[in-house]
């Protein structure tokens, strides 16, 4: 009696322990889900930087048309936009003098000579951008009829603040770059005396006597200021910084798969490219483009690489 009892005792016991080990949370291990970044290396080659100014297109020669007579524009072929020469007529006169001799050419037939409208010759060649007047119309001698502009004469004017004024000068190389993202490679042709009071910038010309370019159009002119050559390279994406600019980093990859904060010291910079002067980076390291956004020192990476 006594030794069933004994196992049952010895066969309750182990059941409760076999209960208690079903009991207990079993621990289940989580692996670090990697990041997906893209990465470019790091680049051995020339660094340039530019100056971009804003410019604006205008014709340096114009020439004004004027009435030579008191009178009535009796004829005019031409409108806005025209294309004239120098000598063409460019309207006729009719005076009230002359219509005055209407009646006494039919005593004295001699006076049909002066009769006749008085011409108004163009000064100039190029294309009428102002018209004041038409048909008709009353003009007295001296008025201006017409504004000639000379599409040869078409220069691109520059504002350059003054503290620039070392690094641009005539025979300056440009790149003149239009709305429509076309791009006209030109010199500087001349340096005007002037500095604007406010902004305190000196205006540059820049002729352009074989484009056809409307007046008045706003352009950029893009310069080289300063130019590195042979050195090491990041995409501009790779630069991070903190807020107040003082301190610059890259995540360099390691192992193909981890992204270490690497700080580096910086030169030149343009639109697309950093110059790496200080730091622990090597040619052809991988360094992340996109996706680092936030993240965090010696993080698990996976790689997209163009």
């Given at each position: 009696m006594t030794k069933a009892l004994s196992r049952s005792l010895m066969s309750a016991l182990v059941f409760?322990?076999?209960?208690?080990?079903?009991?207990?949370?079993?621990t289940k291990t989580t692996e670090t889900i990697p990041i997906r970044v893209r990465a470019a290396r790091v680049q051995q080659g020339d660094i340039m930087d530019y100056l971009t100014f804003n410019g604006v297109t205008l014709y340096q020669k114009k020439e004004n048309i004027r009435a030579n007579?008191?009178?009535?524009?009796?004829?005019?072929?031409?409108?806005l936009g025209s294309n004239i020469r120098?000598?063409?007529?460019?309207?006729?006169?009719?005076?009230?003098?002359?219509?005055?001799?209407?009646?006494?050419i039919k005593i004295d037939s001699t006076l049909a000579k002066l009769s006749g409208p008085i011409s108004i010759a163009s000064n100039g060649t190029g294309v009428i951008t102002v018209l004041n007047v038409q048909k008709n119309d009353y003009v007295a001698e001296g008025d201006i009829l017409a504004t000639i502009a000379q599409p040869k004469s078409l220069v691109v004017q520059v504002n350059v603040p003054y503290e620039y004024e070392d690094d641009i000068d005539i025979g300056t190389t440009c790149e003149i770059i239009l709305q429509n993202e076309k791009s006209i490679m030109a010199k500087i042709s001349a340096v005007?005396?002037?500095?604007?009071?406010?902004?305190?910038?000196?205006?540059f010309l820049i002729e352009l006597p074989n484009e056809d370019l409307p007046e008045n159009l706003n352009v950029q002119v893009k310069t080289l200021y300063r130019e590195h050559k042979n050195v090491l390279t990041v995409p501009r994406s790779a630069l991070q910084t903190n807020e107040l600019l003082t301190d610059f980093w890259v995540l360099k990859i390691q192992e193909d798969s981890l992204a270490i904060k690497e700080r580096v010291g910086i030169g030149l910079r343009n639109d697309s490219l950093v110059e790496i002067v200080s730091g622990n980076l090597r040619l052809r390291d991988w360094v992340v483009t996109e996706g680092s956004y936030q993240m965090q020192d010696s993080t698990k990476v996976s790689v997209d690489t163009p």
């Open positions: 409760a322990q076999m209960l208690s080990c079903k009991g207990e949370p079993r007579v008191t009178g009535y524009i009796s004829w005019l072929p031409f409108k120098a000598g063409q007529t460019f309207a006729t006169v009719r005076t009230k003098e002359q219509d005055a001799l209407a009646e006494a005007l005396p002037v500095m604007d009071a406010v902004p305190q910038s000196q205006q």
